[in-house]
């Protein structure tokens, strides 16, 4: 104690001192402002560096809390042009130009640099509404909230999408389904009977056009993530979001897809069109890489069943024979079986063991992939044209192998051991975690588990708890994993979760207006040294839905500025203690987004 008291005098009489010299040498004049700039000298000793954010001056206004070391209020954000309405920051057409156009290299993830990042508050489109509610979504949505005609257009004859009045229908039509998809479906389960017992339960729709597939597999307990790229399809994922479907903008192009190594129990293309045997098969190559053990590969159209339809995809038998041979020759070297073939489509299945690799000769092509990339690695990682051989210490990672859905959501799988800190034990103590938790978020916010939420985003995740906690109620969850944290993805898709991974520094892959809730714990205690707070809340503001919310855990220094900022952005917060009323070690806030329309167009036409 005593030493203590002289270090404490010490540091009394050091910044004495500093006062007496600054008082001696500053002009009578400059006196207050001298003494205001040595309180914040203050601040920065006695502050503490916990909490401590990367917050631009500009957005400051001369409001500020005295004796507090974050500022508690902002200049309004301002919104962003109205031509912005439907901006994809990192995959935007109009910067299309700058990349290269081989294997639509171009279409992937490009984002600006940050003199470039959004700053302003993207608008909803004129004549925008509040989305319907699932599950009436599946099948219909307003014409305003997208308003893009040309796959209505285009695709009339397939019965994708049709415009009646003031919405979009959807008859659950395709490009190889124009019977209505529910028809395709159980065409598909004769062929896959795996579907039907839980055996299958998350599965990828690579180039999914409105995502009918998969918005009509969720009646059958599949999870499907609907992957397409922007083009000029027009908004494509866009639609499926609107539907209550989950979906992401992507492309097999040149990088690997945000997703683990043995991840899917089944993927899909239904006349995706994807060049499977170019580039040296790369793309089908990972495909396999996210594809479990055992998992199921379905495609359907050109060039299955050509002896039939060889005419209508004006080509010739000889073409698509040849075609169908080199892709038959690519899956068996890489040992895929011809499952089944009904019809227009075919199923191929990946080996479940690891014998055929083994047995496979020296040189033959594609070779196996070599141990300097982890098979998990996803985030900007080029493609590889090899065979990632599952690990052999998995003995149940494979389908059929796992317990079925819904008992794998609750089971710990193998892989949680390979995240830091991962043991069955704390797995099962997190699920009871979250199971608690989510049950207090409802009470705090009644709309969760009603209809009024259907899409939801889990920001920073680790297990998928949060996710888990919600299973029984109208909502999907998109799990989203930080590039800079432990790579835990493998673990949410062995509970029959979907998720991705992301840098939150970045924007997301995926539309505006495209969520119902976000939910984020933590992230700002753990990337807020790397990621502005201001462009992390301005990303959730661009993918929130108008009335939308957002549920954010965090320490109270964050818990402040966020709400500060969040007002900036015309939400509306509340501040609540944790249900375990730490002592307010954590705090939850809970915001909701306003409803408001540009000011740059007429709102006096917009029904027009």
């Not at 307990?221 to 397409?228: N, Q, V």
């Not at 590969?297 to 073409?319: C, D, F, I, M, R």
């Not at 033959?364 to 985030?379: G, K």
């Not at 978020?441 to 009603?450: A, I, V």
Request: with cysteine; net charge neutral.
């Amino acid at each position: 104690m005593i030493i203590r008291g002289e270090k404490m005098k010490e540091r009394e009489g050091k910044l004495g001192y500093v006062v007496e010299k600054v008082l001696k040498l500053l002009p009578l004049g400059l006196l207050l402002l001298s003494l205001c700039a040595f309180s914040f000298y203050l601040g920065s000793i006695f502050c503490s560096d916990k909490g401590k954010l990367l917050i631009q001056g500009d957005f400051l206004t001369n409001e500020v809390k005295l004796g507090s070391c974050m500022p508690t209020k902002y200049a309004k954000f301002e919104e962003c042009n109205y031509t912005m309405h439907a901006i994809t920051p990192c995959m935007d057409p109009q910067r299309w130009w700058k990349f290269d156009r081989h294997r639509m290299a171009f279409r992937e993830r490009h984002c600006p640099p940050p003199s470039e990042r959004l700053k302003c508050l993207v608008p909803p489109p004129k004549g925008y509404r509040s989305p319907i509610p699932w599950p009436l979504s599946r099948d219909e949505c307003w014409y305003r909230n997208v308003p893009y005609n040309w796959i209505n257009t285009q695709k009339a004859n397939q019965r994708w999408m049709q415009r009646e009045g003031d919405k979009f229908i959807f008859p659950g039509g395709g490009t190889t389904f124009p019977e209505g998809v529910g028809q395709y479906l159980d065409s598909m389960e004769e062929l896959i009977p795996e579907m039907k017992n839980g055996t299958v339960r998350t599965a990828l729709d690579t180039g999914c056009g409105v995502a009918s597939w998969g918005g009509y597999l969720l009646d059958r307990g599949i999870l499907t993530i609907s992957l397409a790229p922007r083009d000029n399809h027009e908004a494509q994922v866009q639609f499926a979001l609107e539907r209550g479907i989950p979906a992401m903008l992507g492309i097999l192009a040149t990088q690997r897809l945000p997703y683990p190594a043995n991840a899917f129990d089944m993927a899909h293309c239904s006349r995706c069109l994807i060049p499977w045997t170019d580039h040296g098969g790369v793309f089908l190559l990972e495909v396999d890489r996210v594809l479990r053990p055992g998992g199921f590969w379905v495609l359907s159209g050109p060039p299955v069943n050509y002896q039939q339809h060889w005419k209508g995809w004006a080509s010739t038998e000889e073409k698509q024979k040849a075609d169908f041979d080199s892709l038959q020759s690519l899956l068996d070297r890489m040992c895929y079986k011809l499952y089944s073939m009904k019809g227009d489509i075919a199923v191929w299945q990946k080996p479940l063991y690891s014998t055929c690799y083994n047995l496979q000769e020296e040189f033959t092509y594609p070779p196996l992939c070599d141990d300097s990339i982890d098979p998990d690695a996803s985030w900007y990682v080029p493609m590889r044209p090899c065979i990632v051989k599952p690990k052999i210490q998995f003995r149940h990672i494979g389908v059929g192998q796992m317990a079925k859905w819904p008992d794998r959501l609750i089971e710990p799988p193998e892989r949680v051991h390979l995240v830091s800190g991962g043991s069955d034990g704390n797995f099962k103590r997190d699920t009871k975690l979250w199971m608690g938790r989510v049950k207090y978020y409802k009470f705090l916010l009644p709309e969760l588990g009603s209809n009024k939420i259907r899409n939801i985003m889990d920001m920073n995740t680790q297990y998928g708890g949060f996710a888990a906690a919600l299973i029984n109620d109208p909502v999907w969850v998109m799990n989203v994993v930080s590039s800079y944290a432990a790579n835990s993805l493998g673990v949410i898709y062995d509970r029959g979760l979907i998720g991705t991974i992301n840098d939150w520094c970045e924007a997301f892959s995926t539309y505006p207006r495209t969520y119902d809730l976000l939910h984020v714990d933590g992230l700002f205690t753990a990337e807020s040294h790397r990621c502005e707070m201001k462009y992390v809340l301005l990303e959730m503001d661009r993918i929130l839905r108008p009335a939308g919310y957002v549920i954010i855990r965090d320490f109270p220094s964050f818990i402040e500025s966020v709400h500060a900022l969040g007002e900036a952005m015309r939400w509306k917060c509340m501040e609540n203690q944790t249900e375990m009323d730490d002592h307010g070690k954590e705090r939850i806030l809970i915001c909701q987004k306003d409803i408001w329309k540009s000011s740059q167009i007429d709102t006096s036409d917009e029904e027009k």
